[in-house]
């Protein structure tokens, strides 16, 4: 079992930068995968951002790639995103999650764990 719980998330203006957390405990970190999906109202949820166990490999969605950096930090069992430029459409419900690889954790269908999620709101 991994718990995550998700941190950071808040009201920017557009233009603006956050930085949002995953802490997650239970299984061994560092042997999963971790990524980030968002879910605004009324859409499905979408993959934003993946990485491997190592931190070596790292995948984004068409959406935020060049704006946002997902990190992790083994020795504190937490994910990062650093989300830049934010605009509007960012806006959502910034979801943590776990999976055996990266790649499977940019399938919402493949994620094993969630986090119950953070809002958060860019204003123009």
């Known amino acids: 079992q991994v718990q995550l719980v998700e941190s950071g998330g808040g009201l920017v203006q557009a233009g603006g930068s956050l930085r949002l957390s995953c802490a997650a405990s239970?299984?061994?970190?560092?042997?999963?995968?971790m990524g980030w999906f968002r879910q605004a109202p009324g859409k499905e949820r979408e993959f934003v951002a993946a990485?491997?166990?190592?931190?070596?490999?790292?995948y984004y969605s068409d959406s935020v790639k060049g704006r946002f950096t997902i990190s992790r930090d083994n020795a504190k069992n937490t994910v990062y995103l650093q989300m830049n430029s934010l605009k509007p459409e960012d806006t959502a419900v910034y979801y943590c999650a776990a999976g055996t690889t990266a790649q499977a954790t940019r399938n919402v269908a493949l994620v094993n764990y969630w986090g119950q999620g953070t809002q958060v709101t860019v204003s123009s």
């Open positions: 239970g299984r061994t970190f560092s042997s999963i995968a």
């Open positions: 990485i491997n166990w190592s931190g070596g490999s790292t």
